[in-house]
């Protein structure tokens, strides 16, 4: 058991520094093909390495096990529209330059992981948890009235498409990988409608004729598989909460890079609304792993 829960803490870890950090260079660093085909790529060479794994670990049984299940299909199929709208609203805001609502949206989904994991999944709630959970709202409303003009509909949609994207896929408890593989076929049929209509209206970046441009946009998907591998085993094996609030890194890693890397201005409130949630972090995951 003890095991099992390090594993979870590491691996979910590993998965949020990936989103925080790794991923959002990557993906600014691309972003100036247009977020609607980055998003394209992102989808395409997701579905693409996927499928080179699916075959390299022989799980095409278990592929086949799970499309005879209908609960499990239409679960999946509920959870790739969900993170097809996360990952799609996440690259529009690093290709606007809003970094920080996204980021702000991801310091919001813990809370929700958190009451869904409670919720529908009976995990526990103690004092010290609930106190770390009121300073992060806390902290929220801060943000809200001291910092930010108006509530960002861009970290509204990130938080509550992720949050129920982890929801749905520990209801329907299926390989990650394979999961993965599932919803990115629902999702394909569109992306490639989409890629099709960029290519006739001549606005595509990707071609032959500038291969390096092409073999970066190709590392979307490992990009993306790899840290939501990560993340979603993670959950698996510790529970919506715990790595709800885990994730915490990934923003804080967001934040860090708005302002030092990409300038992006971070006042005194929300400077101090950092400092309350990671002192609720620390609250939070001692409780866990003491009790755990």
């Not at 009451?115 to 809200?144: A, C, H, P």
């Not at 609030?245 to 804080?252: A, D, E, R, V």
Request: charged share 10%; net charge positive.
């Amino acid at each position: 058991m003890k095991n099992e829960f390090n594993k979870g803490i590491l691996l979910t870890s590993l998965g949020s520094f990936w989103w925080g950090f790794i991923g959002v260079i990557y993906f600014q660093y691309v972003s100036f093909i247009g977020f609607v085909e980055l998003v394209v790529h992102r989808c395409l060479w997701t579905t693409a390495m996927l499928l080179v794994t699916t075959t390299l670990f022989t799980k095409w049984r278990i592929l086949n096990q799970i499309i005879k299940d209908k609960k499990k299909i239409l679960g999946l199929l509920l959870s790739g529209f969900l993170i097809f709208i996360n990952w799609s609203i996440w690259i529009y805001a690093v290709a606007t330059e809003r970094i920080i609502d996204a980021s702000f949206g991801y310091f919001i989904m813990p809370i929700i992981s958190v009451i869904l994991g409670y919720y529908y999944f009976n995990e526990n709630l103690n004092i010290k948890k609930i106190f770390s959970i009121s300073l992060v709202i806390l902290s929220i409303i801060v943000l809200i009235f001291f910092s930010l003009k108006d509530l960002p509909w861009i970290g509204l949609i990130v938080a509550f498409s992720w949050a129920f994207y982890n929801l749905v896929r520990k209801k329907i408890n299926v390989d990650t990988d394979i999961g993965l593989l599932i919803e990115s076929l629902f999702i394909l049929p569109f992306v490639i409608v989409i890629f099709f209509l960029i290519y006739k209206a001549g606005f595509n970046d990707f071609s032959l004729s500038n291969i390096k441009l092409s073999l970066v946009l190709i590392l979307a998907g490992p990009m993306t598989v790899i840290p939501l591998f990560l993340y979603v085993r993670g959950v698996e094996l510790i529970g919506l909460g715990p790595t709800g609030m885990i994730f915490y890194l990934t923003p804080t890693l967001q934040f860090i890079l708005g302002f030092f890397y990409y300038n992006e201005p971070f006042s005194v409130v929300k400077s101090i609304s950092f400092i309350i949630i990671w002192i609720a972090v620390i609250i939070y995951l001692k409780d866990i792993y003491e009790t755990n």
